[in-house]
């Protein structure tokens, strides 16, 4: 079967109530744009080309047609916090699937890149809208190295170009959604208390010397509400959002 993430692939490996109702494009300006308030939790658009594909703090994010897995959830948290949390939810759901796919270690870079080796493989984007939560997951699957977006500072990979796997993304998209499902009820019931463990041993920063906006020093991990805790000359301090600079160290 060619590999296409239209509705006749997917469906029927959807396992749970994330992918219903399944709206799919060939092509949109961004799948973030696709969901509307109204529509029931777990609704997910997925597309195989966005032309204004979107990343946190207004960057582009780029991917060559039907070679990445570009998709939206909607969430309807019953009580609404921040997306701070839940991005991180799903940041985690991302890098239990890459890490089963590719059977090597993968990294959660506080608030939202998924990294393995030290090179970007998916980004999460969370939204919130008219009372709902959106979350954006873009994950590289089978672009090959020059079809990745050149990234300054944090390198870009993909499945591909760690394996020489090319995947079908049908049943990788519904393992996501799955997995989204499941430690979304895990955060409804505890917050990220419960999943902690495994975001200390995910996290990227911990250990490192990192500038967050007007706040440097040694980034200590995750709090239980999804802020990045600072250890600073000033003593501990909580980082709700922004961008981590990783420092050379000393
Ligand atoms: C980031 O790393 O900055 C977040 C990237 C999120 C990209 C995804 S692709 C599907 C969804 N639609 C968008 O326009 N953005 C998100």
Redesign the pocket.
């Known amino acids: 079967m060619a590999d296409t993430l239209a509705a006749d692939a997917v469906v029927s490996l959807i396992r749970g109530r994330f992918g219903i109702p399944y709206l799919f494009r060939d092509s949109c300006a ?3 744009r696709l969901l509307t308030p109204e529509l029931p939790e777990g609704a997910t658009a997925v597309c195989e080309r ?1 032309t204004a ?4 703090l207004e ?1 582009r ?1 780029e991917a060559p047609p039907a070679a990445a897995i ?3 959830v909607l969430l309807r948290p019953p009580v609404m916090t921040g997306v701070a949390g839940l991005t991180l939810v799903a940041g985690l759901a991302v890098a239990r699937v890459v890490e089963r796919a590719l059977g090597r270690p993968c990294q959660l870079k506080w608030p ?2 998924v990294l393995v080796s030290g090179r970007k493989i998916a ?3 969370g939204e919130s809208r008219g009372g709902v939560v959106i979350l ?3 994950l590289n699957v089978n672009q090959d190295e020059s079809e990745l977006p050149e990234r300054p500072v944090l390198p870009a990979t993909s499945l591909f170009a760690v394996d020489g796997i090319r995947r079908r993304r049908a049943p990788l998209l519904a393992e996501l959604l799955f997995e989204l499902e499941q430690l979304y009820g895990h955060w409804l019931g505890g917050r990220l208390s419960e999943l902690a463990g495994e975001l200390a041993s995910r996290d990227y920063l911990r250990g490192r010397h990192v500038t967050v906006g007007d706040v440097t020093g040694t980034a200590v991990g995750i709090a239980p509400d999804g802020r990045l805790e600072v250890e600073t000359s000033a003593g501990r301090q909580l980082v709700a959002s922004g961008d981590v600079r990783v420092e050379p160290s000393a």
């Open positions: 961004s799948t973030q966005q594909g979107r990343g946190r960057r994010w570009l998709c939206s939202n890149d980004g999460v984007l954006g997951i873009g």
